[in-house]
Every structure is written in C-alpha cells, then in structure tokens.
C-alpha cells in the first residue's frame, strides 16, 4: 500500500531534549516537506527536498533541520525543542515538486 | 510576500444547501492551484488541481473548482452538501519557477448539519 508513514504519532517533551520525528514513503517520490498546522494559520511549510541531497528552507524554518540522505526517509529534526514548536506536523511526498502530495497521518509534539 | 487568503474560516450549513470556499492569493506569476481536504481524523488528500487549460477544474466527490486569474482567485464550489463533506479544506499555491515551494491557506472548516 502506498502510504507515508510518520513516527511518533504523538509525543511530549521537554524543553531542549533533541528529538527527531521520521518520515518514510514508499512511491519512490522525489519530492518530500514537511508542515506544521496550527489553529487559524494553516499548514507552513517547514523544509522541502527536490531530490536526495537537496534540501532548501520553506517559510518557517527556524529551529528545525532535515536531511535526506536516502529518497524514502526525511527525518525532521528539532535540535532544542521550544514551547513553540507545539504543534501537528505532517510530512507529505509526490513524485515531482508541482505534483499531487501525500500526506501522513500527522504527529502531534507537545513541548513543555 | 506570497500569501493565500482564505475568506471564510468557519462555514455552517445544512444538507443539500451549495457551498462556496473563497480562496484568493498574492503572486503575480503562474501558479498552480490546489484545494485539498481534511476528514475528521484523517489525513490531508488532494480534492482538486488546476495547472492550465479549463480554468473550470472537477474533483473528486462532486467538488469543482474556478480559476479566474485577473482576480487571483480559486474558490471552491459543491452545488450540494452532504453531511460526509464535513472537514476542514485548504487551498494551496505553488508560484511556477519555484517548483519546491507550496503555500497554504489558513483554511476553512466545513460544518454540514444532517
């Protein structure tokens, strides 16, 4: 089954513990990003990446990192967690940068 | 900045009844232009898309879709609501040129009462 698969779903955490949320698809999808969803702003994008190896900033990217070292993983990582960065994320994938995204289910991190 | 406006953040309406999501954006470039969905626990998945041609775009679920470019706008139409429709709905705006960059809406949530 096509899908993109997010880990954890949920999570809470402290403020400044290093965390990493996974994100894996299996279409063979060159382009993958992430987003955050907050109540009344929407989904932000966070990162994109074109391709292996390419990584460029979306519109809220300030204290997050990506890699994407293989074309099926874009693990999204939070170096020192804040309060505000309470939030759902989501990771999606398509196969080319102006295609059809798909989602995952959403990982929902609770900084305190 | 580029920016995509979402009028209505909160639509109510009973079963049966059309409904119009207003969806206008900032760039004065191409665009390609999505409208996608948001089920009551679900994930997000595409409803439409427009890229060229037909400015008139069908979805899925009897959902269509405008593009009326001297307005930048995208509004979303269904003649008639089911009570299923129910979900929260996003537009989205790729500028051309810039093919990694996606930008969404704040989106509208969709109550249809039974």
């Known amino acids: 089954e096509a899908q993109v698969t997010q880990n954890p779903r949920y999570l809470i955490t402290v403020t400044g513990k290093k965390l990493t949320v996974t994100c894996s698809q299996n279409?063979?999808?060159?382009?993958m990003s992430w987003y955050r969803q907050d109540p009344g702003l929407g989904l932000r994008q966070i990162y994109y990446s074109m391709n292996v190896e390419v990584t460029d900033k979306g519109d809220v990217p300030e204290g997050y990192k990506v890699s994407r070292k293989e074309k099926r993983n874009f693990p999204l990582i939070l170096e020192s967690p804040s309060p505000n960065q309470t939030s759902l994320y989501f990771c999606a994938s398509s196969a080319r940068g102006w295609g059809e995204l798909f989602f995952g289910e959403g990982s929902r991190l609770t900084v305190l | 900045a580029q920016s995509v406006s979402q009028h209505n953040h909160h639509v109510i309406l009973s079963e049966a009844a059309s409904l119009e999501l207003g969806c206008n954006y900032s760039y004065g470039g191409t665009v390609n232009l999505f409208w996608y969905v948001q089920y009551p626990g679900q994930h997000l998945q595409l409803l439409l898309k427009y890229f060229s041609g037909d400015p008139l775009v069908k979805g899925i679920k009897g959902f269509e879709a405008e593009f009326i470019k001297s307005k930048f706008s995208f509004n979303l139409r269904k003649p008639s609501v089911q009570w299923s429709d129910t979900a929260e709905y996003f537009c989205?705006?790729?500028?051309?040129?810039?093919?990694?960059?996606?930008?969404f809406g704040q989106g509208t949530t969709l109550q249809v009462k039974p």
């Open positions: 279409m063979n999808h060159e382009y």
């Open positions: 989205a705006v790729r500028p051309s040129g810039n093919t990694g960059k996606l930008i």
